[in-house]
């Protein structure tokens, strides 16, 4: 799961679910793009020059670029159940494992302690809270 980069907490699913949809939409734009010059392209080869075609190369390269943005975006066809995160967790188990064959501990960190209080903060709790003796 994603965290947010502002405050560390874990992302929700609705933001998960929207920061891929975003990022299906600007491969759709790129594709459609891509489509668009490949015709503009085309057009400029047949006009200027009809006997020597060029516009494949400038497409070849973009083209390139798509299928790397696509793959970014839906993975390998056929690699992406291999990818997954219950795989991820199997492999780092066998790390774990080889690791610990070769004498290191491999036992989980120690939770980091909170930082001791500021006077400030002591005092603005102390206010929050109250006693019996305020009651009327």
């Given at each position: 799961?994603?965290?947010n980069r502002k405050n560390k907490e874990p992302l929700t699913a609705y933001e998960i679910a929207k920061k891929r949809v975003?990022?299906?939409k600007k491969f759709y734009q790129h594709l459609?793009?891509?489509v668009v010059m490949s015709i503009f392209f085309y057009m400029i080869n047949y006009l200027s020059n009809p006997g020597h075609w060029w516009f494949y190369w400038p497409m070849l390269g973009w083209g390139v670029g798509l299928a790397f943005h696509?793959?970014?975006l839906f993975g390998i066809p056929g690699i992406v159940e291999e990818m997954s995160p219950e795989w991820e967790e199997k492999q780092i188990q066998a790390e774990l494992r080889r690791l610990e064959k070769k004498g290191m501990d491999i036992s989980p960190p120690a939770p980091k302690e909170?930082?001791?209080l500021e006077l400030k903060e002591i005092e603005k709790r102390r206010?929050?809270?109250w006693?019996?003796?305020e009651l009327v």
């Open positions: 799961m994603g965290r975003e990022e299906k459609s793009t891509y696509y793959v970014n909170e930082p001791p206010r929050e809270t006693d019996d003796n």
